[in-house]
Each structure stands twice: as C-alpha cells, then as structure tokens.
C-alpha cells in the first residue's frame, strides 16, 4: 500500500487550508496489476489530475490510499475491508471490474461507505443492488451498449455475431446490445463468451464467427484482452469482410496504439473520446498531455471526474461518509464529456454515448466521432433507494 499526500504529489500550495478544514480519507481501490492494469494506473493518473485541478475550490485537504484489486473479486474484497475497517477511509473511489464492484457492494453498504465508481459499469449495482453509498461517474455497461443495437440496425446491418469475455461485464453488455438491436428488427446470429483472463487464441471463435453468415460483429474486449483480440481479428483477414464493431473500449486511446493499423475502421460506442470538441474537454486534454505524456482515455475521463465529485460534495459542506453519500448524489457539472449529472432513482450518471470510428491521423492512430447520441437514464431496474440520514 502506498499513501499519497497532495503536499507529496507536490501541490500543498494549491489547496487552502484552514483552521476548520477537514481532512478526507480517500481509499482508491484499483487494479495495478493483472489484465486491467494499465486501466487502473490511468484511472489513477485522471483522479490526482482532477484533485490538482479542482482541490484548491475546497478547503478540505485529502490524503489517498492505494490498494490494488487484482482484477480478482476476492482479493478486492479483502483491499476494500482494510480501507474501511483498518485505515477507516471516509470515502472509497475506483473498481474496475463488475466482478470486483459485485463483490464489494455489500461492504461499502453496509458499512455506510461512500464509494465513487470510476469504471465498473455492473448493471446492478445501480440497478436491483444500488445503495445510496454508491454513486457511479463512469457508466453502466447497459448504457454504452444500448444505443448501438439501434444505431447499427439503422446503418442496414441486419446480422451480427457476439463476442465477449464470460464474466459479469461481458454478458451485460452484449445483453444490452441484443436487446436493441433485436427490437430493431435484427438478428444475432451467433454468440460467444470466451474465458476471461484466460483466452489468448481467439482463432477458433473467428472461425464460427466467418462462417455465421453475420454482416457485422459486435464485441466487447478491454485492456490487454482488446488488444490481442483486435490485432486477431485483422491478421485474420476477417476486417475487411466481417467489419468490426463494438464498446469503445476495445479500440480505447489508451492503447489503440498498440493495436495499429489493425484498429483502423473499427466503429465503437463510448462516453468519451479525447477528440471530443468543448472547453473543458481542451484543458483536460492539454493538462493529461502536460502531466502524463498522452491524450487522456475513457479512464482517465472517470478518475478526473471522480475527484471533482468528490471536491463539488465537500465544497458542498459534507465532511463524513454519511454527508458524504448525500452530497455526491446531487453532484452536476459540465465536464470534458459534456453536461453530467447523477439520476435519483439509481445513483448512475446520465451522460451523452459518441459513436466513432478509428482512423489514422497526423500522430498515430485517432477517434473520428460520428454520433452523438442523447443522454438517457437507464431503466431503475427494481432499485429501491433507501434515504441516508446525515
Ligand atoms: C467492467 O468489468 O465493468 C469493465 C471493465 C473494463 C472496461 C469496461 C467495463 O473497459
């Protein structure tokens, strides 16, 4: 475990401080290692981002602790008792993977912990399973799927093939595409669920995926499995026939380059691509470059958030998990994804989904947006949302 201050991140001269300030405990519940890795550390990098940025709006200093997931449920589960119970955190930001938010939802709630979730976009958890302590700035894997399946039937594919890994994430999210795109009139002609963390040839899933009479295939892949999944899927020779489609995190800007050209003309739906074209979106970008040396992705987006939440509750007057909870449900801004708010009923954000394309530019690989497509709050999915009293 590391433990951050802003005065050792260097920033002591940019936060107020006062005699009444209070100091917020935050624990950031991330995987550093494993197959999401390079997602945590970006998460990470957005998150110390936003607290330099926004931090000096408080007078509330704040002091992080690192744990790292694993990318495994029960080691999360472990991380997240020790933040709460040991170092007595006042507020948990982080998670990465459904599984892990799945696994922890019962200990933050229960123990009345408010926990800021800047990726895992489990349904449930802010559906049938959300909790007044969890309020999610990344996205639920519903959401970004959901407007393709209309989206694509409206661009004449008629016939898609699914793939995604077998785990929580995975099955959502292609669950939500079907149901759209069947709505729409299409037809999934064909689906697998690869072993998560576990697949390295997905050779023998291309083949039925060529043979399914499919116009189109639609996946979600993230972080190292993205990346082999995408580079499989070219030297294959199915782009050209076969054309890709899928969340935008398969073809991320974290590590599109790392695809190369085998990314080109993949089309994907996201809620945020650095290409995105507002005020805040320009000064993010140019404070991520500055500071970490490339354009900031979708994850950088929900740490950098996450810390401006986190200053807009405490600015707010919350000081203590319960005021904590509350202030962070009412957070709303306009941020480098356009205007963000937190829906009521579930806790999840509602925020616009961009369409877009892979293309090549000047330096490297970048996203050509083709859509937007309107805000809208997911289905409340039987979530009961009991009050917190402060
Ligand atoms: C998830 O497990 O919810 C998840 C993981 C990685 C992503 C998106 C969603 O890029």
Known sequence: MKTTTLAALGLATTIATTATA???KIGLLLPYSGVYAALGNEIDAGFALGLEQFGGETDATFEILREDTEVKPPVALGKAKKLILQDEVDVITGIVSSGVLGAVRDMVHGAGVPLIVSNAGNDEATGADCSP?????SFSNGQVNRPMGTWMYEQGIRKVYTLAPDYAAGRQMIDAFEQTFTAAGGEIVGQDFTPFQKTQDFGPYLTQAKSSGADAVYVFYAGGEAISFVK???????KAELPLYGSGFLTSSLYVNAQGPAAEGVIA????????????NAVFVDGFMAKIGHAPSEFAVQGYDAARALVEATKA??????S???ALRQVTFE???????IDPATNNIVQPIYVYETVAGTDGLTQKVLAQLPSEADPANDCVMDPVSN
Request: glycine share 10%.
């Open 22 to 24: 209070e100091d917020i």
């Open 133 to 137: 302590f969890i309020t999610r700035m």
């Open 232 to 238: 499989q899927y070219d030297s294959f020779g199915l």
């Open 269 to 280: 739906a996201s809620h945020y691509v650095p290409t995105i074209e507002n005020d805040a």
């Open 317 to 322: 007057g919350a000081t203590d998990r319960a």
């Open 324 to 326: 904590l909870a509350n």
């Open 335 to 341: 941020g480098p994804r356009g205007i963000l708010s």
